[in-house]
């Protein structure tokens, strides 16, 4: 499904209980990235894996440009040239690990991907001195290094991963050529297996409706009256101290 099916089948069916609802697209994406994340974790505790089949639905392929740099950010210099991504990397779901491509003409090269604190310890071994080491810098780009300085002339890499940030992706989507397939977040496919689409539905439609914390609006008037009686409520029991000093 896109995303904006999703969006759009929840603002419907909450307003079809009451018009007087004033959500927005905006916060029922962002309730779209809290539960989709929760429901990925979910499966992959079950699953006890992160690299099976289905989770492949998961996944958002980018593509991220390369410049030359002369060291992490933030990090003292250790001597020689780093690749460091033009944009920040969208924030990767928690115990999952992305999948590195080069493009141009280092296809088939291996990318590994490697903890920060790794990266300066890297290169030592002479029989891998093609491998091209890639770790997440304290700026949020990416950095790459290699003891065989030809990686230098690499220019854009791509990246698969499962993206805590669905919307942030969306605007480096790209295919396997690395052709450009940026689109508005409500025009992406939406990530995430079919069958808990209705499960994620279910759990937004009941945050925003508040069915078992939440008082019910009875009168379709087309104003939110359950903002108002809130509001009377937090006037109508601040303390006398407070009520003194704004008087």
Known sequence: MLVKEIVYYILDAVKAISDDSLITEEEVLFL???YRSFLIKKEQEKEKSTTDTASEFEYQQICLNLEKTPAIDGEP????YYLRTTNKMPKVLEGTT???YPMDFYQGINISF??????????????L???IWVSLGPDLHLYL????PQFLYLKKLRMMAIFEDFDEAADLLCDSDGEDTSCDVLD???PIRDYLVPTLIELCEKEILGIAYRGKDDTNNSKDDLADIASFIRRNTKSSLQQQIEG
């Open 32 to 34: 779209l990235k809290k």
């Open 98 to 100: 992305p999948r590195v």
């Open 188 to 190: 992406a496919k939406f």
């Open 114 to 127: 490697i903890p920060r604190d790794r990266m300066r310890y890297v290169g030592t071994n002479k029989y």
């Open 129 to 131: 001195q093609n491998i």
């Open 145 to 148: 290094y290699s003891n065989n």
């Open 77 to 80: 210099c250790t001597g020689g």
